[in-house]
């Protein structure tokens, strides 16, 4: 069993280093994107809210569209993850479920051919 006070060593370790990544990244002029996938939505968020309080949070922007929402209907499947892409420097860190949610439409036939091509081609793509 790993004792408290190693677990916090490494958690201070982790933080520092995951603020050296964030450095570097600004000093690139890039931007990044952290995808957390899957069907677990609430961890995904308690881990995305974790990882603001790690990094420089004035860089830092957190992306988690309701897929249900109004305003996405009749837009591309990944339309609400572009209007948060990353500026230069910054970071974005990506709620998403999208496998699970094409595999659940795939099962039900809500999706299939074509359609499920492209989609599959553009979450890789992203």
């Given at each position: 069993?790993?004792?408290?006070?190693?677990?916090d060593?490494?958690?201070?370790?982790?933080?520092?280093r995951?603020?050296?990544?964030?450095?570097?990244?600004?000093?690139?002029?890039?931007?990044?994107?952290?995808?957390?996938?899957?069907?677990?939505?609430?961890?995904?968020?308690?881990?995305?809210?974790?990882?603001?309080?790690?990094?420089?949070?004035?860089?830092?922007?957190?992306?988690?569209?309701?897929?249900?929402a109004?305003?996405?209907?009749?837009?591309?499947?990944?339309?609400?993850?572009?209007?948060?892409m990353?500026?230069?420097?910054?970071?974005?860190?990506?709620?998403?479920d999208?496998?699970?949610?094409?595999?659940?439409?795939?099962?039900?036939?809500?999706?299939?051919?074509?359609?499920l091509?492209?989609?599959?081609?553009?979450?890789?793509?992203?």
């Amino acid at each position: 069993m790993v004792s408290r006070s190693a677990l916090d060593r490494a958690r201070s370790a982790l933080h520092l280093r995951l603020l050296a990544a964030q450095r570097r990244l600004e000093s690139t002029g890039r931007g990044a994107v952290i995808l957390l996938g899957g069907n677990d939505r609430l961890g995904a968020s308690a881990l995305a809210n974790q990882l603001t309080e790690w990094f420089d949070s004035r860089r830092v922007r957190i992306c988690a569209p309701d897929g249900a929402a109004a305003e996405l209907r009749g837009r591309p499947f990944l339309w609400p993850y572009w209007q948060d892409m990353p500026a230069k420097g910054r970071l974005t860190i990506v709620v998403g479920d999208w496998l699970t949610r094409t595999a659940v439409q795939a099962a039900h036939d809500e999706i299939s051919g074509d359609a499920l091509r492209v989609r599959l081609k553009s979450l890789r793509t992203f």
